[in-house]
């Protein structure tokens, strides 16, 4: 059906016609004539206006006062009130109020029209910049608001919503699932808006420190022939006549890579782990930003080009991120992030030296257990003032086959974890480059070589000492604003429960 909108009447290609407001069909309306406009296919179309331009809301300040804008965004809330109707503006982590009121410009009709429009509806509006007296707290824009002239309805939202977006802004816990199965409108939040964004900056940031300092981005496989951390936690796919695997980690090709003179590659892409954790910090698919490089006299060359990675990253989020940062905060809130430069590293049996300190009993070859790491994120906070710090010298029997040992304890590993506020988001060690070494460790970690054949053989003809480690994305961006659910920085998370959307 094809709906023309002149002035106060729709007309409909079957001949009937009605009065305004309808609001099954999108709508303009002021008091003055307006060109005619029409709805095909869910979409409204009126004249094309290339010279005139939409203003981003984050860009209505006082400076705009006086003048007459145009402005596309959702309708967030609505308000009627007498013969005036409030709306706020959303768009993406940015609103302002915005006012229809009877007057010179707007009739009774046009108010009660605004006020029926349909929440999360996408407007275009014509209005003039106001400042405010009073500051409007509710809104980012708070020093100004719009006096609407005219209003179109872009594409209208069904009266009925799977959730309301006031339900996003929750506590968590309150309403998470229902947030999960409606991810079409629970990234519209202010904080999701804010919470992605800064994500994306993560990303950016990552790929440009590491391009600085002369890596190359590489993509590698995610269906591979054999489990790529040497464990049982992979994911099993059919691939034709045999089976396969998705990749735990890019950490068999980095290495190849290096191995092929390319001295300094970084990768960004899924990975896939078959672990059946229900946690705040676990998923079965996640971004990971990897890292590996060659490395001249010793490990700790690599341990300190991957934490000024990290530093470069925790600076530009600080300076250019700054408005993401106090949008999450408002509903999250949480204590700056800390972190010092150089960055602080302990070794393993220093942290557990700690925690025995604090009351914890441990065996010097036992992994950190969860509340272990976090107990000593804490100590190191309340004794160095960070939230970034390095764990070096882990125990060898609680690291992958390809980790390189202690040459002088071989108890230990030339392998590290990297920590933010107390959770490791990063995994690292200096590998084995010696196909003997390397076919010793994959045997003893009941690995079969003949699936790992090209992995070992890549290093027959000489290959550089060399390190690197894995960064979980989601992890970060979680610890590093102080959320506590990794849920809420993956856009489509995926874990046991939950394939879908």
Not at 445 to 465: M, T, V, W
């Amino acid at each position: 059906m094809i709906v023309a909108c002149h002035n106060s009447q729709i007309n409909v290609t079957d001949g009937s016609s009605t009065c305004l407001p309808a609001l099954s069909a999108p709508m303009a309306y002021n008091k003055v004539a307006f060109p005619p406009a029409f709805f095909l296919k869910g979409t409204l179309f009126f004249p094309c206006e290339p010279d005139r331009g939409l203003v981003r809301v984050h860009e209505l300040t006082p400076e705009k006062a006086g003048q007459l804008i145009w402005v596309r965004a959702r309708i967030h809330t609505s308000r009627a009130k007498g013969k005036q109707c409030f709306l706020v503006l959303r768009q993406q982590q940015f609103n302002v109020q915005a006012l229809v009121a009877v007057g010179e410009r707007a009739s009774k009709q046009m108010v009660k029209f605004a006020a029926n429009i349909n929440k999360e509806s996408i407007v275009d509006v014509e209005a003039v910049v106001k400042k405010v007296e009073q500051t409007i707290e509710s809104c980012s824009q708070q020093d100004v608001e719009l006096h609407i002239e005219r209003i179109f309805v872009v594409s209208q939202a069904e009266p009925r919503l799977p959730l309301q977006l006031e339900d996003c802004v929750r506590p968590e816990g309150e309403g998470d699932e229902v947030r999960m199965r409606a991810r079409a409108l629970g990234p519209r939040t202010t904080t999701s808006q804010a919470i992605f964004r800064l994500q994306s900056g993560v990303c950016q940031l990552f790929r440009d420190t590491l391009t600085n300092k002369g890596f190359v981005e590489i993509q590698t496989p995610k269906i591979i022939s054999a489990a790529s951390e040497g464990g049982a936690n992979v994911f099993t796919v059919s691939y034709f006549k045999t089976s396969a695997y998705l990749a735990q980690s890019p950490q068999l090709y980095k290495q190849m890579c290096i191995c092929a003179d390319f001295d300094k590659v970084f990768c960004v892409g899924p990975v896939f782990r078959a672990e059946d954790s229900n946690t705040h910090r676990h998923l079965t698919e996640f971004v990971g930003l990897d890292i590996e490089l060659a490395f001249n006299y010793h490990y700790h060359e690599v341990i300190e080009s991957i934490t000024d990675t990290m530093v470069q990253i925790f600076k530009g989020l600080r300076d250019k991120f700054q408005t993401e940062i106090q949008t999450v905060g408002k509903q999250y809130p949480s204590e700056p992030f800390k972190f010092l430069e150089p960055t602080l590293r302990l070794e393993y049996s220093e942290g557990v030296a700690m925690l025995r300190e604090a009351g914890v009993e441990m065996g010097d070859e036992e992994d950190l257990s969860t509340p272990n790491e976090k107990l000593l994120g804490r100590l190191v906070k309340e004794k160095y003032d960070t939230d970034f710090y390095v764990l070096d010298k882990y125990p060898l029997a609680v690291r992958p086959f390809y980790t390189m040992p202690d040459p002088n304890d071989k108890k230990y590993s030339n392998s590290y974890d990297m920590f933010m506020r107390g959770e490791e988001i990063l995994s690292g060690a200096q590998r084995i480059h010696d196909a003997q070494l390397l076919t010793e460790r994959a045997m003893h970690h009941n690995i079969d070589l003949e699936k790992i054949k090209s992995y070992i053989d890549s290093f027959r003809y000489g290959a550089p000492p060399h390190g690197g480690g894995g960064i979980g994305l989601e992890r970060v961006c979680m610890l590093y604003l102080g959320l506590h659910n990794v849920r809420q920085t993956s856009m489509f998370p995926r874990d046991p429960k939950r394939l879908t959307p």
